[in-house]
Structures are given as structure tokens and as C-alpha cells.
């Protein structure tokens, strides 16, 4: 079953770092019925939509605001990723909004330098209380283009972002000088590992120019206490509810039984962020 909250010492180094690590967040059992799920998804591949690079690759994605009650929404619910989520934020968080990134073998495209809350700003959202868990999905590699981050960079507050390709990346020469003073960090991963990281923290990853999949899930959260100033093709303030970790084995063992109605769950026509308007 999933690890549990973070402890005090994880939160220590998210606050230090702008990430923490965590080995195993979801245990091999979860983390197989979340890569099956994802793999043979047809509803993901269907409503994927891609952002060029401008390194001549193309990153392909998912994105939806609600949990629903897919196997998805259950991880971004369960108690384990929220329970951290609401420690690190310092209170009651909700779901800003899920994505499946999918860097298939030899073509997946690259991430450039960005902040999250470089995109979300622009939402109205006034404060950065908001982060991110990253989960992995496959094994996450320098050679299948693993995250990257550069430690501490959360404190540097938000950098003016600029169009790289058809994504909006942090000002390059303002990033160049950071890199001298701060590590820059490569993040590999197993699968079930997350990485929760702060939504100012910059991060980055390469092209797959490898034979294999790099597919991750990124839950993203905003503080209850921060809503939006305006409405935006993400969600103002929705009370979250929780669910226990178990819930993961049931929804996907539902799944695979054929008992789950997986054709209906991510709807461009109700979910405007799967339409691929942006981040």
C-alpha cells in the first residue's frame, strides 16, 4: 500500500530544497495498475495533445482538472499524496488540475526551464502555494529524459517566462546565471517514486532519445486558502475528499474486471483544460 504522509524531515528538505524525493510512494502493486491503466488508456491517447519543444520534438500529454473516479483519481485523492500535500502547503489543499506526460521511446520531446507557477500565475492565482507530485510511472533515466531541478530555486520568486517552441520557458539568460550559483539536479526515478516539488522551483527534462518509455503522473494542488482571483480553463476553490489508500487496488483491480467506465471520464466538452489550452 501507498508509504504514508511525509514525515517532518521530508518537509524540511521540500522547504530547503523546493522538492523532496520520496522512495516508493506507491508500492509495485499500485504503481502496475497505474501503468497498465495508462498504457492501454484509449480515453488518454484519444484527448493527448502535443507541445513542440523547439529542439525539433514534441512532448505529448493528458491534462484534466477533476479527479473523477478513475484509478487517477484515486491516487490524486489518496490520503498518502494529499495528506503530504496538505504538510508541505501548510493546510487544506485542492486539485488544481492531473496529467499524464508520456515521453514514448526515441521521440518524446523535451521540457524547457519553467516554473509551474510561471503558467499559473496568469491564472489569477495570487500567491504560490502550490506544488506538485510527480509520480513514475516507468523507470526515469538521464537517457529517457528524467526531471530535472535545480535546488533551491524556489527561492528566487517568479521569473519572467518567455515562448521556446509552443512552450513558455523562464527567461534563458536569467536561468544561465542561476546555474552558476545554484546544483542543478537530475532526478531518476523507479517506478512509484514522487517527487513533490514546489511550483516555483525550475525544472526541465530532455528528449527520450532512448528505446524506452518515460510515462509519469503529475498531481498538481493549490492551498485552499489561495483561490483564484478570476476564473480561469482551471478550477477555483473545490473541496477535495479524500480517500484511503486502498482505494488504489480497487479501482484498478475494477478496472481490469471491465466494471469501470473508462470512456467518459475526461471530457473536453466539460474540462476545458483537456482541449490542451495550456499548463
Known sequence: M????????????????????VRGMLDAEETGLLGRAAHADRVL???????????GGTVRLSLWNHPTETIYGMIARCESIVGSMEKLLGGEVYHYHSKMIMKDPLVGGAWTWHQDYGY???????????????????????????????????????????LTGDQAGADPQRVEEVLKRLALVYV??????????HANTLHRSDQNRS??????MICSYNAARNDPCRESHHPRYTPLVKV???????????????????GVWLDPEHDRSAKGLDK
Open 2 to 21: 501507498a508509504r504514508g504522509v511525509i514525515d517532518d524531515a521530508a518537509v524540511a528538505a521540500f522547504n530547503a530544497d523546493g522538492y523532496v524525493l
Open 45 to 55: 491517447d484519444q484527448h493527448s495533445f502535443g507541445r513542440a519543444d523547439g529542439e
Open 120 to 162: 499559473w500565475y496568469q491564472n489569477g492565482v495570487l500567491f504560490p502555494w502550490m506544488a506538485s507530485a510527480f509520480i513514475a510511472i516507468d523507470p526515469a533515466t538521464r537517457e529517457n529524459g528524467c526531471l530535472q531541478v535545480i535546488r533551491g530555486s524556489q527561492l528566487l520568486g517568479r521569473i519572467d517566462h518567455v
Open 188 to 197: 531518476e526515478m523507479a517506478p512509484g517514486d514522487a517527487l513533490f516539488f
Open 211 to 216: 528505446p524506452n518509455p518515460r510515462w509519469s
Open 244 to 262: 484511503p489508500d486502498a482505494k488504489i487496488r480497487e479501482c484498478g483491480a475494477r478496472r481490469f474486471a471491465g466494471t469501470e467506465d473508462e
